[in-house]
């Protein structure tokens, strides 16, 4: 369980930093940041590890979303047999 919320909390860390506002665009980031690439103002190098952490992010994302999806399936299965 406490994996699980530990899981949930770098996701939403990650997705919160790597969807942060830009601020107008004055200082460079020290995280890749969506809005950064989106439009242009990215002038540093795109390094090996901004890449490593958006994989991860990803992979993460898609295993909370395949057990959420597992977790879905089970209820309605149980839901089914219980005449809800």
């Given at each position: 369980?406490?994996?699980?919320f530990?899981?949930?909390?770098?996701?939403?860390?990650?997705?919160?930093?790597?969807?942060?506002?830009?601020?107008?665009?004055?200082?460079?980031?020290?995280?890749?940041g969506?809005?950064?690439?989106?439009?242009?103002?990215?002038?540093?190098?795109?390094?090996?590890?901004?890449?490593?952490?958006?994989?991860?992010?990803?992979?993460?994302?898609?295993?909370?979303?395949?057990?959420?999806?597992?977790?879905?399936?089970?209820?309605?299965?149980?839901?089914?047999?219980?005449?809800?």
């Open positions: 369980m406490v994996f699980h530990l899981t949930w909390l770098g996701i939403l860390s990650a997705i919160n930093a790597f969807f942060a506002k830009g601020d107008d665009f004055k200082l460079q980031p020290i995280v890749l969506r809005n950064w690439l989106d439009h242009g103002m990215l002038h540093r190098e795109v390094k090996k590890m901004d890449c490593i952490q958006l994989f991860l992010l990803l992979s993460n994302w898609l295993k909370v979303k395949e057990a959420f999806g597992k977790n879905a399936d089970r209820n309605e299965k149980n839901n089914r047999h219980s005449g809800k």
